[in-house]
């Protein structure tokens, strides 16, 4: 049996000083080796970083929660949820920033993290989740593999650089 060298999926209960940091390493690697998550692959460090900075800021403001597998200080994958606010929209929840480092990815994890979001949300008692991903991509591919009904599209609502404008493809998950 292959020892994988970290643990999770599990909660961030409480986001370490470093935790930025560690997420925005993960999330430029992710986006140079061209994942779906926010930037195009070219995209500058400092931004990438200040993103990162300011999700965990949401984290530890309580306003999303963060699900990871990886070492605390080596983060190897991640999922974000957001929930709604206001009665309107408090009983479903944004899924956000899907993503398992380049040389893991194909093992499982990313099946992992999207099961334990939806086990979180579940035991939260929310009643849906929404998601948004990349046209052009085999994200719309994967998220239908993984059970999510595709809800609606928004033409040409993703701008990635000046000739590369894509869809954005709209996911509904009915919990019971
Ligand atoms: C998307 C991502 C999280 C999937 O994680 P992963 O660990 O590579 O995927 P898994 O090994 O858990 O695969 C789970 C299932 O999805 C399938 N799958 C994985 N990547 C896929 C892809 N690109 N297209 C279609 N299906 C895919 C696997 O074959 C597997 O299917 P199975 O359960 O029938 O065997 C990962 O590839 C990633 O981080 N991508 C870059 C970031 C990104 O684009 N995130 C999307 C944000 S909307």
Same mark, same amino acid.
């Given at each position: 049996?292959?020892?994988?060298? *970290?643990?999770?999926?599990?909660?961030?209960?409480?986001?370490?000083?470093?935790?930025?940091?560690?997420?925005?390493?993960?999330?430029?690697?992710?986006?140079?080796?061209?994942?779906?998550?926010? %930037?195009?692959?070219?995209?500058?460090?400092?931004?990438?970083?200040?993103?990162?900075?300011?999700?965990?800021?949401?984290?530890?403001?309580?306003?999303?929660?963060?699900?990871?597998?990886?070492?605390?200080?080596?983060?190897?994958?991640?999922? %974000?949820?957001?929930?709604?606010?206001?009665?309107?929209?408090?009983?479903?929840?944004?899924? +956000? !920033? +899907?993503?398992? !480092?380049?040389?893991?990815?194909?093992?499982?994890?990313?099946?992992?993290?999207?099961?334990?979001?939806?086990?979180?949300?579940?035991?939260?008692?929310?009643?849906?989740?929404?998601? $948004?991903?990349?046209?052009?991509?085999?994200?719309?591919? *994967?998220?239908?593999?993984?059970?999510? $009904?595709?809800?609606?599209? *928004?033409?040409?609502?993703?701008?990635?650089?000046?000739?590369?404008?894509?869809?954005?493809?709209? *996911?509904?998950?009915?919990?019971?």
């Amino acid at each position: 049996m292959t020892e994988e060298p *970290f643990s999770g999926p599990h909660l961030v209960q409480e986001a370490h000083p470093e935790m930025g940091t560690v997420l925005g390493t993960l999330w430029l690697a992710v986006t140079r080796a061209g994942g779906a998550v926010g %930037f195009p692959s070219d995209a500058a460090e400092q931004d990438v970083r200040a993103v990162a900075e300011q999700a965990i800021e949401d984290v530890r403001a309580k306003r999303q929660q963060l699900i990871v597998i990886g070492a605390d200080h080596a983060l190897a994958g991640t999922v %974000f949820l957001r929930r709604g606010t206001g009665t309107v929209v408090a009983h479903r929840a944004e899924v +956000l !920033r +899907l993503m398992v !480092r380049p040389d893991l990815q194909g093992r499982g994890w990313g099946k992992r993290l999207l099961d334990a979001a939806v086990a979180h949300a579940t035991a939260l008692g929310l009643e849906q989740l929404l998601l $948004s991903t990349r046209g052009g991509t085999d994200m719309p591919t *994967f998220y239908k593999r993984q059970g999510w $009904s595709e809800v609606g599209v *928004f033409p040409a609502s993703l701008r990635l650089g000046p000739d590369d404008i894509r869809d954005e493809h709209w *996911f509904q998950l009915r919990l019971s």
